[in-house]
């Protein structure tokens, strides 16, 4: 029976069941098509990085005898769409079934479910056998809670899969959870060490997307390319960062820094999101160099958290919510995204470093984009949807499964506080304790009201006197609210005041 089985530019894993054995009969395709890339705007690296990683992965597959089928973008047969690109290759072939692995978006998870229904031949979706966790599985353990708390999903995936477990069913160290509480910021020390990534020259790649007239932002930089495109280069990248740098991720996660735009963080979100790399390896690596005291407990849980807790909870929050996630907007904020966004041009520091990084690198670690443009955006009203589709586009590892509820309910709480228990916003003392971007801004940071204070100050302030009616009665919140409630009127006339300007004159801040 001739079989087509497609694989999606998220599905990257050369290990996966499929390619066990060697099929004449079964035909593998992967297409670049303009349905993925214009759904909404990308970063130029994120579509060169997975169209080159696609073209890689089809290599490897020819490479060890499979039969690959490969669209490239500008190929004249290509309709630029899964659907007509199948149905085409389906008679092309004389294809008797089609296969395919569950996609990770709720939107081609049905457009592929409609598909098969159209169709006159026997269809089957396999398992990715990526995730720990199926997509419902989070949704079970949460059934009627009001709060979905990660830590007691982090808990019964440590327990379920018997990672840093000791024989008694005890957390090894007996305590769960090691959270550096005292995060610190980074003053020179210890050294940041050089980008170790390869380099790519994918110039001539970058030229058939232009030509194909591809509309993307951000710095391209296809002659100095430095994502992994192939799970060599993944495995390489996650081992020197196991070895040489995660020793100082926990204690260094939050800080943010001027010039030093890694710090300490794992840059494997691509390659795992991409399934080049498989959150088991991930887990195990770290696990062992545990055990071979390598690394000290509190950095290997602290780190296993991010995977086996943040990711796989993420994602069940996701398929839990879908569809009707991407409409959630608790505080009914509708303010537009300033052009800014698109390219940092703004007096504020923080988001200056901030996104100039962002367009340049397709990167941002998580307290860059929680902290510093999840703040500022909830703060000032900014619409969570257009900020959803603003994060889907510009960041290397944005996919909608992990992007959306990341946006939406952890930095903006637009489900109203299901996913976090309080929203993540601050003043400009946060910022300015964690990173150096206050030094040398046009804004004071020390000021509430008048022309050089600190947005952050102001729109903070203003943020919980104008939503008190959703957030007063939040125990999180106690000494927010308690320090509303003491403040002189006249204060809060001028707070109010100032937000409204800054808001309304959101585009010249
Ligand atoms: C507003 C917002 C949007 C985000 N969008 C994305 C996104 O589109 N894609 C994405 O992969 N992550 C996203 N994250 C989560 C996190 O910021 C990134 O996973 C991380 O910055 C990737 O860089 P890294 O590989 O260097 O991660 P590290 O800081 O080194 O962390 C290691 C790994 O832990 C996992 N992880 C940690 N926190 C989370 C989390 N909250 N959710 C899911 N996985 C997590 C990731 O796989 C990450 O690679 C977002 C966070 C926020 C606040
Ligand atoms: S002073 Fe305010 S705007 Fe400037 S960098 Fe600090 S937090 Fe950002």
Redesign the pocket.
Known sequence: MKILRLILGDQLNPNHSWFKNIDDEIFYVLMEVKQETNYVLHHAQKILAIFAAMRDFKNTLTKHNHQAIYLKINEKSNQQSFKANLKALFSQYNIQKFEYQEPDEYRLDQDLIEFCSEISIPSECFSSEHFFTHRLEVKEIFTDKKQWLMESFYRYMRKKHHILMSEDGKPVGSKWNFDHENRKAWKGMPEVLEDHRLTHDHAKLWDEITEAEIKSFGNHNASKFRWPLNRNEALKHLDFFIKNILIY?GDY?DAMHKEETRMF?????FS??TKMLSPKEVVSAVEKSYLSDKLPISTAEG?IR??IG??EY?RGYYWAHMPGLSDENYFDHQLPLPNWFWNGKTKMNCLKYTIKQSLDEAYA??IQ??MVV?NFSLLAGINPKSLHEW?LGI?I???EW??MP??LC??QFADGGRLASKPYVSTANYINKMSNYCEECYYSKNERVGDKACPFNSLYWNFFITNSKQLSKNPRLAIVNKQIRDMDPALIKDIKLQAKKLIKNIEDV
């Open positions: 991720f996660q963080h794992s840059l494997i979100s795992l999101n780190f991010q995977i943040w990711r993420i670690h998580h984009r929680l999840g994060y960041y590892d944005a996919f992990v992007e990341n946006t952890m930095s």
